[in-house]
């Protein structure tokens, strides 16, 4: 099989790193990748939101299947282009993509299969928006309603906070994402992501994962885009899992496929658990990053065959072959990240690190310039292990870590210390 694999992260690394391991694959392209990727596979310079261009590339390339890593070509519409000019693809439609688009449309779609999750209320003025907050009281959680690159989520504790928050969603500090809001209750209780792929009728389980989302250590500071993860998350056992595919996941895919817009590809179902009950939190129509590195390194070579089954409808007949593992990554980022942060730093010593299938440096912001890997993002490695137990994976990560030589980079030295 030619596969061709859109995005640029570590998540994109570790999706790449997999299907490698996997003798189906014949020829890997990673557009655009990053100088990680590099290593392992061919990258191409392509604008994977223009589903044009990505079509003509796959045709060009001879490529079978097309595995579409972040949220944005998914929203733009890129699988539907695909789909339409005849290529499998692993991810779903505009249509379905919108459970992570639109958070209004997600609310509906829970209300519709009577899903549990937080209470809510949708609107398109502030001044509503204000009156239901002033009725429903603090702490609260004002949302804008479009992708605003996980920044779009304020929990306020004051009704002051909760009012400032909504003039700036309405004010445009989120551009098109904030001209909608939703205003939700805040729910208490662990929270934990559990990732399914649905064939449209068919929900396969493939693992759970708890990411710091938190940029400082005791899960302190401003949000990120994670800065770790690990795999399993404990409080995902099995009673909760049921729970949360027989009340959430089940429910909700069948209300897509109600709808005449069934979802392909794999569920990202970020969940709140209190008392052995889970509640939607929010949908992502993607893979997490970090918690696909982690998810990749625990699934291996089979990782390609469970998305090609998905692409193709035959989930019904796939089959996942648990290890009794655990997987735990740390994410390097660059000093001053989430805020401003300097590019183009030199990373040394990645050359000595041990690359198995227990340990891998995965790249997520790197370019290579004069035969140097460099900074190119917030989020720049992925240092991820697997052990028999969580700590031997955590001591496997932090290893990997130690053998970096980047003054400019830092990261979280307490990722897993809930599990732990
Ligand atoms: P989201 O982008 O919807 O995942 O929100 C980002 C983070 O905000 C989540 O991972 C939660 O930690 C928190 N959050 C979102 N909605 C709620 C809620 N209704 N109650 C409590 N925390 C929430
Ligand atoms: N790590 C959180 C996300 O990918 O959305």
Redesign the pocket.
């Known amino acids: 099989m030619n596969i061709l694999i859109l995005g640029s992260g570590g998540r994109e690394h570790a999706l790449a790193w997999a299907t490698l391991q996997n003798p189906k694959c014949d020829k890997l392209i990673v557009a655009p990748g990053n100088a990680g990727i590099a290593q392992i596979a061919e990258c191409a310079q392509l604008d994977v939101n223009d589903g044009g261009a990505v079509s003509e590339f796959a045709s060009e390339n001879a490529i079978d299947l097309v595995i579409v890593g972040p949220e944005a070509p998914l929203a733009a519409g890129v699988a539907d282009r695909l789909r339409e000019a005849g290529f499998l693809v692993f991810g779903p439609s505009a249509e379905a993509a919108r459970l992570e688009a639109s ?1 209004s449309f997600t609310k509906e779609i829970c209300d519709a299969a009577q899903a549990p ?2 209470a ?1 209320g949708h609107f398109t003025d502030a001044e509503s928006a204000k009156a239901h907050v002033r009725a429903t009281g603090v ?1 609260t ?1 004002v ?1 804008a309603d479009g992708l ?1 690159a ?1 920044k ?2 304020i ?1 306020a504790e004051t009704l002051e906070q909760a009012e400032e928050a909504i003039d700036d969603m309405f004010g445009g500090s989120f551009g098109g994402a904030g001209a909608e809001v939703v205003i ?5 209780g662990e ?1 934990a992501s559990f990732f399914v792929l649905v064939d449209g009728e068919v929900c396969l389980p493939i693992g759970t994962a708890q990411d710091h ?1 938190r940029v400082g250590e005791g899960d302190t500071g401003p ?1 990120t885009g994670g800065m770790g993860a690990y795999s399993p998350a404990p409080i995902m056992d099995e009673a909760v899992t049921q729970k949360a595919l027989d009340e959430i996941v089940r429910p909700t895919m069948a209300e897509m496929v109600r709808r005449g817009s069934p979802y392909q590809g794999v569920l990202y179902v ?1 969940l ?1 658990i209190e008392n052995g009950q889970p509640r939607l ?2 949908y ?1 129509v993607r893979f997490g990053d970090p918690e696909c590195q982690v998810l990749m390194l625990r699934l291996g070579a089979q990782a390609l065959d469970l998305m090609h089954a998905c692409a193709e409808g035959r989930l019904a007949e796939a089959q996942v072959n648990w290890a009794n593992d655990h997987a735990m990554t740390v994410v390097l980022a660059a000093k001053g990240y989430p805020g401003d942060y300097e590019k183009g730093s030199v990373i040394k010593g990645l050359d000595a690190l041990p690359e198995d299938s227990f340990h891998m440096m995965f790249h997520a912001g790197t370019t290579l310039k004069d035969s140097n890997v460099t900074a190119s993002g917030g989020r720049v490695l992925s240092a991820t292990a697997r052990g028999t137990t969580l700590q031997e994976a955590r001591e496997r990560a932090y290893a990997l870590v130690d053998g970096v030589d980047w003054p400019e980079g830092f990261c979280r030295r307490d990722i897993g210390w809930r599990a732990l």
């Open positions: 958070k999750t937080a809510y702490p959680v949302k605003a996980g779009g989520v929990i939700e209750e805040f729910m208490t929270e989302k949000n970020g709140m939190v929010e992502n």
